[in-house]
């Protein structure tokens, strides 16, 4: 913080100096995105360590100094002397022949200012910088009850030894030894399984009940998140935290994204109605009557689609890490003309220390064919005690300019980090899916070639940023990619074309029932931290099932787990508007044919940009429009 500091005084002392030259403009922009990268540079690395590091010692003091740096961040936010020359540049003759980037830069950063309370009177902004302290407490709070949320209980042993072995089960989840039962978790690899694979109702409601009850804990902390959330939006007069998050943002309002989700509702209600027919009618075959309740749904899908003689089992048997980690080296060198070199990783520089050997992070140097380095990937892919639950794609540095003349250039590095099945190192076709998601965010970051940290890889508008990893989700699906990375784990068989076909047959089938659900969360989350009302979050989330006519569970609480409502809060709509930009990029781009002319315009015109680039003027470049398709 002291650099950070040193560079605040330097402002401070031209506040009153008038802008006359573009290199006067440049070195302050570049000054002030200075500040926010040395700070960046250690709190994007606190936030790593906090979620992944095996030693609770670590993640407690990289909480800590999170949570000190967050403060840091909302005292600059209300620093009047950094907007005051901010604004001296905008406001200036020069503005206008500043680059691209530079001017998106500024007028975003005059909008973060702005928005977080710049114009308030003295108190209001030391009340506001509070509030913003209490949030990041709170999120903090809710992500960590969710790592530390898993619940053990016992079962019937001969229901599950069907689904697991004794010993994978002892290898995953401590077991109490009480004659006849063996202990299950709510950890997802093993929830997930009994969900898809067990023919016992009973069992899966069990397992359904405690996995969606495991985190009572967060009902309060996303109370309180919500209640303030509202508050500091209404304090910078805001009329809800929705309408504040998304200003900046494609949608720009809470009425454009309520039209989006309309119209996509409207297109899937008829399909929707459709599958869950079909999947009553086959749980009247199998279990004689009832009504389809939630832990039926993955059971009877899973069942409906091995009709045509897709076995997920058999499937899985020719996933595995190591070929689809080879699928993105050649993914990566096909389209870019990328190396990915993977390096020894060594003690000093691992957050993994005890981990199993075949579970261990892995580290890859990322290059050009001419052997030029462009960044640094760490792919952390199994589940361990205490670590994040889901899968994401952490920055530990971003990729910018180290110097106002841009000759020098701090190199990114990016964590991918997932929760994959542990057993024997395959792959359900979810997983791969996933991996690849991820992968795309990684590319993002890795690619982007920005002046600023502040507009680098994923540091882009909310609604925008899933669009890569959305694309990169596509190969996951690619007949041809699919026989690249598809080869059985013990015969080293390459996946057969009828498998593949089935496959894709697979992929439209009960597609319905998933965006409903999507819609389902993005509605929540736009009502969640809509206009305040007296509602209870369990209270909405059970209203907006029976609305969607999606199978609820009274008092169940699966939103308690749901970790986007810190990251994502208000923006969850996100995921389904860059799905829509993601489906129309694949077609127009022919990503398909793994041409270098395709990944040469992607890169360029689309990844190269980070968030340097408005991206509706992208999207119009790039396919005409600016607007996703509901069609798509």
Known sequence: MAKCDSLRVVIANQVDIKISTKSQASEILFILDSISKHVCNVIDVAELCRCVHTDPSWRESATNAFSILSDYIAQLNVDTNLYRRLTNVVDSNIFENLSEEQQRFATLLKAEFERDGIHLADDDREKLRQIQNQIVQLETLFQENINNSKKLFDVDANLVEQIFSKDTLEANVPQSGIPGKLTLSTDGFISNTVGRYSGNPQLRKEVYMESMTSCPENLEVLES????????ANLQGFGSYAERCLRDKMANTPEAVDFFLRKLQERITYPYQKDMEIIQNAKRKVEGCGDVEPWDIPFYTGILKSRNGLDPTELSAYFTIQNCVEGMKILVRELFGIILYEEVMYDDERWDHGAAKEGRARKFLVTSEAGDDLGTMYLDLHPREGKYVH???FTILCGCAES???KNFQLPVVALVCNLSPEGNVLSHSEVETLYHE???ALHSLL???TFQHMSGTRASM?????????LEHYAWNPYFLRLIGKHHLTDEIIPDKMIELLL???QEFKSIELQNQILYSRF??????PLNDKSSINIFASLYRQHQIPYAEGTHWHTRFGHLVTYGAGYYGYLYAQAFASDLWTELKLERFSRASGKRLWEDLLGHGGARDPQTMMYDLLGRKRPSVDA
């Open 225 to 232: 998140l919500r209640r303030i959330r509202y508050e500091s």
């Open 391 to 393: 899968a994401a794609h």
């Open 404 to 406: 106002v003349d841009a």
């Open 439 to 441: 992968f795309g965010h």
């Open 448 to 450: 982007s070639r920005t």
């Open 463 to 471: 609604d925008f940023v899933e669009t890569p990893s959305h694309l």
């Open 505 to 507: 047959q697979s992929q």
């Open 525 to 530: 989350d736009q009502e969640l931290f809509g």
